[in-house]
């Protein structure tokens, strides 16, 4: 179909793959509940451009490209990492200072402030591209299932690149409409929202360091 083989194992593949938790679900599930549906699908967005930017870049074979210049890899690798760790440390900034107002206040649960604005989809955006690794793997398995000789690969790519968008559409759904069910605990309870922010924080933090031991191989 359009140059696609094997498409029933693709899809298996793909949702085996999309269901993996990664910073960019963990992400969206945590502004979801800390923020709405409607923040949780701007988050969703940003995912959604960064991973169609990183398939065009695959099927264009920079991925090939970070693969073989080790310099390079590392250069987007170390990025990445220093950005997660940025985005961790602020989390759990947020959650000491709600952890230190409750105790300030007597430990009285009361309602969490509105948070400052944290331009969602931009930091769901790079969170999504400062990933040498989804590269890597978009190339990986993409070129698995393309019929090299199609005479449109192009078009093979866009029929594999928009079944693994529908799968993220679906996946990240489920994701925003479940944390909203935590978004009226968090609302109402100052603890629980330091603690899930500390949580959020703490993982953010051990994907900086996985990221950042990675390998181009």
């Known amino acids: 179909m359009l140059g696609v083989t094997d498409l029933p194992t693709y899809l298996v593949g793909l949702v085996l793959i999309v269901l993996l938790p990664g910073p960019n679900s963990l992400y969206v599930l945590s502004v979801a509940a800390r923020r709405g549906v409607r923040t949780g699908y701007r988050a969703s967005a940003g995912v959604w451009c960064g991973d169609a930017v990183l398939m065009t870049l695959s099927a264009a074979g920079v991925a090939s490209l970070l693969q073989a210049n080790a310099l390079l890899f590392g250069i987007v690798k170390y990025a990445g990492a220093g950005y997660l760790t940025w985005l961790a440390f602020g989390m759990l900034r947020a959650a000491w200072q709600m ?119």
């Open 99 to 217: 952890w230190r107002t409750r105790r300030e206040r007597g430990g009285a649960e009361e309602t969490v402030p509105p948070a400052v604005e944290e331009r969602p989809f931009r930091r769901a955006l790079v969170i999504s591209l400062f990933n040498p690794k989804a590269i890597l793997f978009f190339v990986a398995f993409f070129v698995q299932f393309v019929d090299p000789g199609y005479a449109y690969p192009a078009l093979s790519f866009v029929v594999l690149g928009a079944f693994a968008q529908l799968a993220s559409v679906l996946y990240l759904s489920a994701l925003i409409f479940g944390g909203t069910k935590l978004a009226a605990a968090f609302e109402r309870r100052r603890r629980l929202s330091a603690g899930a922010t500390s949580a959020a924080g703490a993982l953010f933090l051990g994907f900086a360091v996985k990221l950042s031991l990675a390998s181009s191989v």
